[in-house]
């Protein structure tokens, strides 16, 4: 088969596979911090379990496949997949819904497409999804953040509740766990409640939920750095934002009562590290400098429909899978003219 | 055009040249109805008696209709044994009918039906027509059980769960529970477990038939396809 799309050069400073995949990593290592700050040991847990889980079915898969097992490996791109699957997860996620996710990321929407580089939807974003319409009622286990929580988890006991699935002791899923912010506006405005009597609940800070958004200036600085380096291209997470900005405002303005505002749904939810890490996955995202734009802003603003009028409290995921489908359209139209060439329609 | 004998026609409709596998003709309710073995089993036999019946009367006509209008005939004829069928399955098996719903009427638009009357009913005697149609016909029922049977077992943990819909109160107690106390893996019972499980089929039965080739090299056969999908 022959595409007759461009690829353009992605980056231009780093070198190979590995060394992209391992800046993104080290960029992912501040925000990660904070999350496990911010929501206990459960993360690391699942964030080792997830990576473990992801190398192993990688080298089992590349076995299979008869393909060499070390270059691909170390090329870190399985360790990135399964780390972005692990903070999308909640904290206490029980053992056997990582495994099931990785799996769905790393065999299914992976390596059966092909290995890196030929997979056409984003592999971590596929295994969220699978886990998030599989298991709802799990996926929505959420701790609340460590100043709002009533009961510290310690390491043993995040342990022990991951991998036998209830909590132990006089502890109830129902003590640990809160609404995260997003799902706390979906429940209030089902309510008729407005949006500034929601955010009388302590869950909210001054844009996003309390602690949620410090989380996300940390993943947002390491996403500065991936920019910098130019490691990712800045026209995704900036047309992704924009996107949201440019749909969220006008219903903000005509009716802040039921419409969040566009910072709270910037800073809430899986906008950020979307934005930084998963919209510019390589492989899957558009290439042209147009169509990037496109694709930016198609995700911004589909995740906001689907937060606003869709039925589940945040929407990247889906808008990332949706617009993963469309970039071979989009880099098709948005082909940029060889210099001499004449102009043309597509 | 030499007649094929019965043995290929028979290998053809059910392996070759299945109509769920090789074909990928009937994807809709294929994909649709298959959430459990029961429902798939229904749809199947329904579609085995109207591929069957309407491969006999397109052979028996064949010789008189012209084919300027041989499409409109041929889809008069499917439409009338389909009618026929839902409202005999309205009458006897109500509640497995209101489970398979729409698919049943839509059994006309399939694309199998049609492709089997025009490619081969109304080129061949009606007893070839007639092997044809059921052989196709038990190809795609045994593509939607094993695909329901999976998506049933990975979807819910039981196998043959509500088979008193078809076979009355005895059947009861048929339903196996493999896994006790399975939390249920919603996926396979969404749209995209068909799909997924509609591709794992694929890939099993192309691993087979390549090791089944390496273990005989034979004479190359060039097989084409009968019909390419329309719908």
């Known amino acids: 088969m022959q595409f007759k799309t461009t690829s353009s050069p992605y980056i231009s400073s780093a070198g190979d596979v590995g060394s992209v995949m391992r800046q993104v990593l080290y960029a992912l290592v501040p925000g990660t911090l904070a999350t496990i700050w911010y929501f206990g040991w459960g993360v690391l847990i699942i964030l080792i379990m997830a990576i473990l889980f992801a190398v192993s079915l990688e080298a089992i898969m590349l076995k299979l496949r008869g393909r060499p097992i070390k270059p691909f490996i170390t090329d870190y791109s399985a360790v990135l997949t399964a780390w972005l699957l692990a903070l999308a997860l909640p904290p206490l996620a029980p053992w056997w819904m990582v495994l099931i996710g990785v799996f769905f990321a790393i065999v299914v929407a992976k390596q059966l497409y092909g290995g890196l580089g030929y997979n056409p939807f984003n592999p971590a974003m596929i295994g969220y999804v699978v886990l998030l319409i599989s298991f709802p009622l799990e996926m929505t286990n959420w701790l609340p953040p460590r100043m709002l929580a009533e009961h510290q988890l310690g390491f043993m006991e995040s342990l022990g509740i991951i991998f036998s699935g209830t909590p132990t002791g006089n502890l109830t899923w129902d003590a640990l766990t809160m609404a995260t912010p997003l799902d706390e506006v979906k429940t209030g405005l089902s309510l008729d409640r407005t949006i500034s009597e929601i955010r009388q609940s302590p869950l909210f800070g001054d844009f996003g939920g309390q602690g949620w958004e410090w989380v996300r200036n940390w993943f947002a600085l390491g996403g500065f750095w991936l920019i910098y380096k130019k490691v990712i291209d800045w026209r995704i997470p900036v047309s992704l934002i924009l996107g949201i900005v440019i749909i969220s405002t006008p219903f903000f303005i005509l009716n802040p009562d039921s419409y969040g505002s566009p910072a709270f749904h910037i800073f809430s939810g899986a906008v950020i590290v979307g934005a930084f890490y998963i919209a510019t996955d390589p492989v899957s995202a558009s290439t042209t400098p147009m169509g990037r734009w496109i694709y930016g802003a198609g995700i911004g603003i589909l995740t906001y429909i689907i937060r606003s009028w869709g039925g589940y409290p945040d929407g990247l995921a889906f808008a990332v899978l949706l617009m993963n489908m469309a970039a071979p359209m989009i880099d098709y139209y948005t082909k940029p003219r060889v210099f001499g060439q004449r102009r043309q329609g597509p | ?231």
């Open chain 2, 1 to 231: 055009m030499s007649e094929p004998s019965l043995r290929k026609i028979t290998q053809d409709g059910l392996w070759t040249n299945n109509a769920g596998l090789v074909q990928l003709l009937g994807l809709c309710p294929l994909l649709a109805v298959t959430s459990s073995v029961i429902n798939g089993l229904g749809l199947g036999i329904a579609s085995t008696i109207t591929v069957t019946t309407s491969n006999i009367l397109v052979s028996l006509i064949r010789h008189y209709v012209r084919p300027e209008v041989r499409v409109p005939v041929f889809v008069l004829i499917i439409a009338s044994i389909v009618t026929a069928i839902e409202l005999s399955m309205h009458a006897w098996f109500h509640d497995l009918y209101l489970i398979l719903g729409i698919f049943i009427p839509l059994i006309v638009t399939n694309c199998v039906i049609l492709g089997r009357a025009e490619a081969f009913a109304s080129k061949h005697d009606v007893g070839r027509a007639a092997l044809d149609g059921l052989m196709i016909g038990f190809g795609f029922t045994l593509v939607l059980v094993v695909l329901g049977g999976m998506r049933e077992l990975v979807g819910n943990g039981t196998l043959l769960s509500q088979a008193h819909l078809m076979f009355g109160d005895i059947a009861k107690d048929w339903t196996l529970t493999l896994i006790e106390d399975y939390r249920g893996f919603l996926v396979a019972i969404l749209p995209p477990g068909a799909f997924i499980g509609l591709g794992l089929l694929i890939a099993i039965k192309n691993v087979i038939d390549k090791k089944l080739e390496q273990r005989q090299p034979q004479v190359i056969k060039i097989e084409t396809p009968a019909v390419t999908d329309g719908a």
